[in-house]
Nanobody, 128 residues
């Protein structure tokens, strides 16, 4: 079983940047598609981005608006999410998870897939 641990969250001001990391143990990430999700208080969980070492396609949710970049480091066995120009609307707990069935991401978004092995999440708060 893959264990995923998120890190890198924090309290930042609007316009700042953060880099989140999803570290895996128990398996190498190059066998899976990994998704980043977020959930704000009182809102449904939202798919943010997805990447896989097995496929060049990368998915970004509409809320990222070109501000987020996902990357896979197969040496460190991590999937990072670089976020720039953060907005208060980005405030949420950010989670990573792996696609339980496919090793590539879907153009239809993360909702179309079954993700599991969720990490505990990392809090991102954007506030002035």
């Amino acid at each position: 079983q893959v264990q995923l641990v998120e890190s890198g969250g924090g309290l930042v001001q609007p316009g700042d940047s953060l880099r989140l990391s999803c570290a895996a143990s128990g398996a190498t990430l190059d066998n899976y598609a990994i998704g980043w999700f977020r959930q704000a208080p009182g809102k449904e969980r939202e798919g943010v981005s997805c990447a896989s070492s097995r496929d060049d396609y990368i998915y970004y949710g509409p809320s990222t608006k070109g501000r987020f970049t996902i990357s896979i480091d197969n040496v460190k066995n991590t999937v990072d999410l670089q976020m720039i120009d953060l907005e208060p609307e980005d405030t949420a707990i950010y989670y990573c998870a792996r696609d339980l069935q496919y090793n590539y991401c879907s153009a239809y978004g993360l909702r179309s897939r079954n993700f599991g092995d969720w990490g505990q999440g990392t809090q991102v708060t954007v506030s002035s």
